[in-house]
Each structure stands twice: as structure tokens, then as C-alpha cells.
């Protein structure tokens, strides 16, 4: 479907502006320590860039791939580790950044699989969180936005694999 038939959630500026803020507020809470940020491939890359640029304490990166959505929009449930960190995270200051938290399985997963792993601290950062789709309780330590239960693409997220280079986050209606 064409970008400019899909309604806007939120637009780029929207974003941008609320992505400083939370730079700001994890700015302030790590302040004088440096985090080792792990963005969750493949959606959260596009935050996880804007973000770490508006850090003002000292960062690292790595990534790790979790997959638990086919080709479908719905969640299977099943949550597999597709590419793991290049780094031990023992005793090192962890923030997980996720694009989105949709019924929680993800999340729940890796949290207790990194957690295992003897980090300092370990805290999330998801952009967007998606409430009324939870099926197992999971509340991110920083959270850019709440949406209601529609199906979002751009800014990261795809459907299909399409979308993520979008600006601004749209509906896809089925
Ligand atoms: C999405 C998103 C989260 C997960 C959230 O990833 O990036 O990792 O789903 O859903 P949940 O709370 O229901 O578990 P996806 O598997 O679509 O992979 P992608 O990041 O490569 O798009």
C-alpha cells in the first residue's frame, strides 16, 4: 500500500521530540556510569540510533536478534535467539531497547535469558507499548509511547519486512 494512504499515529517530529526527552531522563538516572545498550534487531535500530545520539553519558552498543513473528501479525509465542551479543554483559550497566512491547513474550523472555547473565543492572526502554495486547505482565522501565491495539508500521516496524525506513509511524489496516 502506498506510505501516503496509511494514516499517521505519530509523526516524525512527534518522535523525535519524545525520544529527547527519554535521552534526557536515562541521561540524568545513569549519570556519571556508562550502559551497554542492546537493541533488539531488527526493529528497534531506528530508535536505538536516534536515542543513543541524544545520550550525554557514555555508551556501548550491541545488538541481538530474538524472533517470535512470522509473516503474520499475530504473536506465535514462540521467542528463539536468532544472533546473540558479541560481548559478556556481566557486571556491566544493561539498558534493553525494544521498538515495541506487544503481548510481552519477547520481552519476558530475553529479560530473564540476559538477567542470567549477571548484569549490574538491567533495565528496558521500549518506544512503544501496546497494553491491551499483553498476555504475560511486563511494564518497560521507560516508555515513549502508549498506543492502542492497531498495527503499526514504520520507524522501525514492518509488516512483512516492508516499512521499517518510514518516518513516521502508520497504520496498516488489514
Ligand atoms: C517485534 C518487536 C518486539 C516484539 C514484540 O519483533 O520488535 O521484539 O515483536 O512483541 P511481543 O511483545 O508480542 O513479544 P519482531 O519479532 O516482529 O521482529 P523485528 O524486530 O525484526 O521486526
Known sequence: MAEEKMEVMLTAKQIEGRIKELAEEISEDYRGRKILVIGVLKGAVIFLSDLVRHLTIPVEIDFIAVSSYGADTNSSGVVRILKDLEQSITDKDV????????????????????LRRGPKS??????????????????????????PDRFVIGYGLDFDEDYRHLADLRVLEP
Request: net charge negative; aromatic share 10%; hydrophobic share 40%.
Open 95 to 114: 539498558l534493553i531497547v525494544e521498538d515495541i512491547i506487544d503481548t510481552g513474550l519477547t520481552l519476558t523472555y530475553l529479560y530473564e535469558n540476559l
Open 122 to 147: 538491567l533495565k528496558v526502554v521500549t518506544l512503544l507499548d501496546k497494553p491491551d495486547r499483553r498476555q504475560v505482565s511486563f511494564n518497560p522501565d521507560y516508555c515513549g509511547f502508549k498506543i
